[in-house]
Structures are given as structure tokens and as C-alpha cells.
Nanobody
Framework: VQLQASGGGLVQTGDSLRLSCTSS????????VGWFRQTPGNEREFVAA????????SYADSVKGRFTISRDNAQNTVYLEMNSLKPEDTATYSC???????????????????WGQGTQVTVSS
């Protein structure tokens, strides 16, 4: 599975962005997908996850109520809709996927075998 994340950019506080994670070469169907973010000098931070069936979602407390993760199987894409963005949301966002994800460990980067390159999100105050 080859993943590609896109949709980042420079926005102002309160704006919205939609990140996309597209799989090439193999369908996303049946894979759990997670979004993580990282800032320089810090560890990767869990943002959101979508279960293999798409029926379960999970969010970090810091983004709950503002971000929404969803899947479009027809487009072979997972989205992260980000609303009410804050300067502290500034980071490089990466998507990850795994077919054997254990839901109780969804927030751990080590659960995911496949990673896309990051897309930069910068929120100005």
C-alpha cells in the first residue's frame, strides 16, 4: 500500500482544511487508517483513526469536535476534515494504514505498517 497525503497549507485561526490520504496500488478497503502529526523536535502525535470497517472513529482530545475522519471507498481516499483550526494545530500531518490494526492501540504509530509522506499545515494567529 502506497499512501499519499495532501491538502495542507497556510491558513488563519478559525479556518478549515481538508486533508486527503490516497492509496495507490491497492484498495484502502479493510484497512484501519490513522492520522498523526508532528512538530520539529517532538514525537509523532495521534490525531484521529478510522477502523477497518469504517464504523469506528477515534480522536485525540485536542481535536475532538473540530476534526472529522472519513473514508470514501470509491475514491480510495480517507479524509481529515479540520475545522476551527488553531495555531497549535500547526504540524506536519501524515496518514498511516494497517490491515491488522488492533483498535485498542489505534493511537500508537507502531500499529501502522504503511505511511504516507507528510503534508504541512500552518495556522497563523
Amino acid at each position: 500500500v502506497q499512501l499519499q497525503a495532501s491538502g495542507g497549507g497556510l491558513v488563519q485561526t478559525g479556518d478549515s482544511l481538508r486533508l486527503s490520504c490516497t492509496s495507490s496500488g491497492r484498495t484502502f478497503r479493510g484497512y484501519g487508517v490513522g492520522w498523526f502529526r508532528q512538530t520539529p523536535g517532538n514525537e509523532r502525535e495521534f490525531v484521529a483513526a478510522l477502523s477497518r470497517t469504517g464504523g469506528g472513529t477515534s480522536y485525540a482530545d485536542s481535536v475532538k469536535g473540530r476534526f472529522t475522519i472519513s473514508r470514501d471507498n470509491a475514491q480510495n481516499t480517507v479524509y481529515l476534515e479540520m475545522n476551527s483550526l488553531k495555531p497549535e494545530d500547526t504540524a506536519t500531518y501524515s496518514c498511516a494504514a494497517d490491515k491488522q490494526i488492533i483498535w485498542s492501540s489505534r493511537a500508537s504509530p507502531r500499529m501502522y505498517a504503511y505511511w504516507g509522506q507528510g503534508t504541512q499545515v500552518t495556522v497563523s494567529s
